[in-house]
């Protein structure tokens, strides 16, 4: 993709273009002026969606994280419908795919559909029950379960230096638990549901993968039918858990600042793809993973300020543990994938590829 192409689609091209445009013509300071917006935005966009997340599930008057859940993917899916129309109204300007429903599409899709609905889930109630400042360490398994299910799954092995990195994560989890526990914070729902939202974050990398090629390798029709699937079966979900009740019986249903909050909410989660597209595409995928463990500091700091909790040395060791065990599987895996030897013909084909799949 050309600069003039990319000058055309400014809002959606940008984050899922090739990567290995040139940027001969731009000085150091300018490059790295939009590196560093782009991480700046990425922070933003994730340490917000997670504070609102968690003003939003931690309301005394409305216990419904599942709904709140459910109108998230509503505004995701509105957000496909209202880019689609830009898409068609200025296509020089917004470059979207066309969104025709298909339900043997939407049928294929499906399973992870399943997946992606206890991710989100038990990632909205891990936030409710464990807080912001514990959130880090309660969904830090992810690492770990990816080695298993890649073992167990896929039959792929991990290095001992990778294994070892998962190890010191697990010696964090550990020990923030305990340290929560003596505080007398703990909540071993909280823990529950974050260790099973981790397994879902894996599976749903799986899934994920396997299902690319239904939609033709597009994320963002991938995006959309996932999140219009999640929309219906969360319905029942509602009706069954009874939060229709407490929904219609909370007493701000009305209020608009408590719709433009809801509403926010979604526009952030659906954000979060796009920023997360866009920092890979500046810097690279590993310099992407060392940016969300340093973001995953910062806002476990903003969390304990904000909450003006005291927290123990060995509490702040646990995440240390959690952080760097994170980072430094990163980079093992970083320096492993580059120790692999690429033919320049295969290497051709696969940018190639990467360009026919990424290019919306």
Request: charged content about 15%; some cysteine; hydrophobic content about 50%.
């Amino acid at each position: 993709m050309n600069r003039s192409q990319l000058k055309r689609s400014k809002i959606l091209r940008m984050a899922f273009s090739d990567s290995t445009r040139s940027d001969k013509g731009e000085s150091f300071i300018l490059r790295a002026t939009k590196i560093a917006v782009v991480v700046a935005l990425y922070w933003f966009i994730s340490i917000s969606m997670v504070f609102l997340n968690n003003y939003l599930l931690d309301s005394k008057e409305l216990d419904a994280p599942v709904f709140i859940t459910f109108f998230q993917c509503v505004v995701s899916v509105g957000l496909c419908w209202v880019l689609n129309f830009l898409s068609k109204l200025c296509p020089g300007f917004v470059d979207f795919p066309s969104l025709k429903f298909n339900l043997r599409v939407s049928r294929e899709v499906l399973p992870l559909t399943v997946v992606f609905i206890c991710m989100i889930t038990f990632n909205n109630l891990c936030l409710k029950h464990l807080g912001v400042a514990f959130y880090t360490v309660g969904r830090s398994l992810t690492t770990v379960f990816n080695v298993v299910l890649s073992y167990a799954v896929l039959k792929q092995t991990t290095s001992f230096n990778a294994v070892m990195c998962c190890g010191v994560i697990l010696g964090g989890f550990w020990l923030g638990v305990d340290q929560e526990s003596i505080a007398g914070s703990l909540s071993w729902t909280g823990v529950i549901f974050g260790v099973i939202a981790s397994l879902c974050v894996s599976l749903n990398a799986i899934y994920t993968k396997k299902v690319m090629p239904v939609v033709d390798g597009n994320i963002w029709k991938l995006s959309y039918y996932n999140n219009l699937n999640a929309s219906v079966l969360f319905i029942p979900l509602i009706v069954i858990l009874g939060e229709l009740k407490s929904v219609l019986e909370f007493n701000r249903l009305t209020h608009l600042n408590f719709w433009g909050m809801m509403i926010l909410g979604g526009v952030f989660g659906f954000a979060i793809g796009y920023v997360t597209g866009l920092q890979i595409k500046f810097t690279s995928p590993l310099t992407h993973n060392v940016s969300g463990t340093a973001k995953s500091c910062a806002q476990t700091v903003l969390a304990v300020i904000y909450s003006a909790s005291s927290k123990s040395k060995l509490w702040w060791t646990s995440n240390m543990m959690v952080l760097v065990g994170s980072f430094a599987y990163t980079w093992v895996k970083g320096l492993e994938m580059k120790k692999v030897q690429v033919p320049p013909e295969t290497q051709t084909t696969n940018t190639q590829k990467s360009k026919e799949d990424l290019a919306v």
